[in-house]
């Protein structure tokens, strides 16, 4: 039956089969951001719990599904940040606030955040894209900004027009040392200009026990920057990153994200670097 709001009302015994996280089940979107003209994010209400780069399969009857992270979340709600780049993000982008999308979730592995990052100094990298699912650790301590001690934050992007949370980064600036960089800019109009790697060399990198790295992005991104952090004297099992441009089907199935014997959407995919150097992308 459909309750007020429109949607399907399951019975006793189809909650007890929504239950299983595998089985897609139907919300509503509640807004949408248009952040750029290809990166939109859409604010959920849910019945479950987000997580710190967990993330959801999200689909459409006809179109099918995708695997995305969660970018943000509270109580009764996730958001997530989607990209535009191919059939079902493109039958998304053709969706407005009202309309019902089917997830399941959540699923992997996240930051552990309450285990390993509280009351330590943090840094968190992330490029383009990989900047939405480091966001809501940065967000968690923009809120608790208590529970961590020396924070920093470097975000890069291709240009102006592709930033992501522009207004978050101002809240960010007054939190955090963060530091937003462009591959294409204007110096004149006080825009940090280059890659995220050259501004790794500024960090502090006193106590390295007590120093954790979250580092995002495309697959070179990550690779360059774990390399500057190492030379600079970063500890490998202090520092964190993701895999997950590899996930397709998120339960093992399908070998799209296998690496070795390593399954990037039941293993990760946030992994610690000692754990996953030998991943290769």
Wanted: charged residues 25%; glycine residues 10%.
């Amino acid at each position: 039956m459909q309750n007020n709001a429109g949607l399907y009302t399951p019975n006793a015994t189809e909650q007890e089969e929504y239950a299983n996280h595998y089985l897609p089940r139907p919300y509503r979107i509640e807004r949408i951001i248009k952040h750029t003209k290809d990166e939109w994010a859409f604010m959920v209400p849910v019945d479950f719990e987000g997580g710190f780069d967990k993330f959801v399969e999200v689909s459409l009857p006809l179109a099918g599904e995708c695997p995305i992270s969660i970018s943000d979340f509270g109580e009764g709600w996730i958001e997530l940040v989607i990209r535009r780049v191919g059939k079902v993000t493109s039958k998304l982008f053709e969706l407005k606030a009202g309309d019902t999308i089917y997830l399941r979730g959540p699923m992997g592995n996240g930051y552990p955040v309450h285990e390993e990052f509280v009351g330590n100094n943090l840094t968190v990298i992330a490029g383009g894209t990989g900047v939405a699912p480091a966001r809501s650790v940065i967000n968690y301590f923009m809120r608790n900004r208590d529970q961590v001690q020396d924070m920093d934050v470097i975000v890069g992007f291709r240009s102006r027009e592709h930033v992501l949370f522009a207004d978050d980064i101002e809240v960010w600036k007054e939190r955090f040392n963060t530091i937003v960089t462009l591959d294409e800019g204007d110096p004149e109009k006080g825009e940090n200009i280059g890659l995220v790697t050259q501004y790794l060399d500024g960090l502090n990198y006193e106590n390295p026990e007590q120093h954790h790295y979250v580092v995002v992005g495309p697959p070179m991104m990550i690779k360059f920057t774990v390399k500057g952090l190492l030379e600079n004297g970063a500890r490998e099992d202090r520092i964190w990153v993701s895999h997950e441009r590899r996930m397709a089907c998120a339960v093992g199935k399908c070998g799209h994200c296998r690496v070795g014997n390593t399954y990037i959407c039941l293993d990760g995919p946030v992994f610690r670097y000692d754990h996953s150097k030998h991943l290769v992308d």
